[in-house]
């Protein structure tokens, strides 16, 4: 059938519509942002300037002191990291610094900010860009293929020490822009196509400030739970807020069970008065971390039984002396707790070798600070002190 005048008009009628219909979507490709994002750069990058934290690593374009910053950022508070960041740059300068190191003083001066695997693979990666580029490495994929360094960490140091358009996915600017778009997904592919048409066509000095805004965006406005909505620069522009599904952007993963450990150390001195030290395995968990000897209560042994059988099993330490129980501690890690049964105990010869699969060293009580340790056998030795 012919289709007169008026058919015409209204298939025009109905493009217009679909048109005006489609522009309120953000556009999920190409370089410019959909029309709904008009204005959202600026209102977001004056709220930034106006309202943002004082921190030491938003005031340098070194790659390595941003790197270092998100490195120590990972699973880690900022209040945390800004009693640390400054001091280790202190020790460690820069990236030819930090690859001289030898481990230990890395672990050190990472000593009680956890997850101490980033500190061993930061050392890695340092020697590494050396050996490789003689320096810093040049490009994103260099960087992304340094021990340790992720898809997120390469994006946020190219993003805010180069201005490359990058869009660095980390929770804050996840829910920030789940909530902007009214995103049901936890994608990453999602998320890079609504929010890198934010980072086209801007300067590489407004791109780093776009990326830290939506971080300090999330930090400080768009929490989650309980947002403050009203001090928020894009509120207007809030798709969840229209619909009233803040609380369920993003979408949250179910959580897992937390399994909690019974483990038993001993402050084992000898008859010098030296107290035994065991070092991890550099490759696992706490590599390289120092700690007092023991180990997982197994099955229904006793506290007492249990660590006569770790002395005995990993240091081939059968003969103990007034052993006596100090305490208890409790300390949390990601994905597990644990209590930590501390015992106290004297050898009744000195042993100058330990015979087992882990390595050890016998250390005078003042210099046992020397060694980094983690956060749990702080604690346990802060209770045999009487701290």
Known sequence: ????????????????????RDSDRPRLSGRRPAPMLAGMEARLLAWYARHSRPLPWRRTRDPYAIWVSEVM????????????HTAFLDTFPSLEHLAAADLPAVLKAWEGMGYYRRARNLHRAAREALVRHGGFPPDHDALLALPGVGKYTAAAVRAI????????????????LSRIFNLDTLRERTY??????????????????????????????CHPRNPNCPKCPLARSCR??????????????????????????????DPGGKVLLTQRAEEG?????????GGKVEGEETLEAAIRRELREELGICHLRHLRSIGQVRHAYTHFKVTLHLFEAETGERLKKL?????????????????????GTQKALMLRDGG
């Open 73 to 84: 950022l990972q699973q880690t508070r900022v209040e945390t990291v800004l009693a640390y």
């Open 355 to 375: 015979h087992g699969p882990v390595a050890a060293r016998w250390v005078a009580p003042d210099r046992i600070a020397d060694f980094p340790m983690p956060r």
């Open 240 to 269: 969840s807020r229209r619909a009233g599904t803040i609380d369920g952007r993003p979408p949250r993963r179910p959580k897992k069970p937390i399994p909690h450990y019974a483990v038993v150390i001993a402050y084992l001195r």
């Open 161 to 176: 020490a180069f201005g490359e358009p990058r869009l660095p996915i980390d929770g804050n600017i996840r829910r920030v």
């Open 192 to 221: 890079r196509e609504v929010g890198e048409p934010l980072l086209a066509d801007l300067t590489p000095r407004k791109v780093a400030s776009m990326v830290q805004a939506l971080m300090e965006l999330g930090a400080l406005v």
């Open 285 to 293: 968990f706490l590599g390289g971390m120092w700690e007092l000897p």
């Open 1 to 20: 059938m012919v289709k007169g005048p008026r058919g015409l008009r209204g298939e025009r009628d109905a493009r217009t519509i679909r048109a005006a």
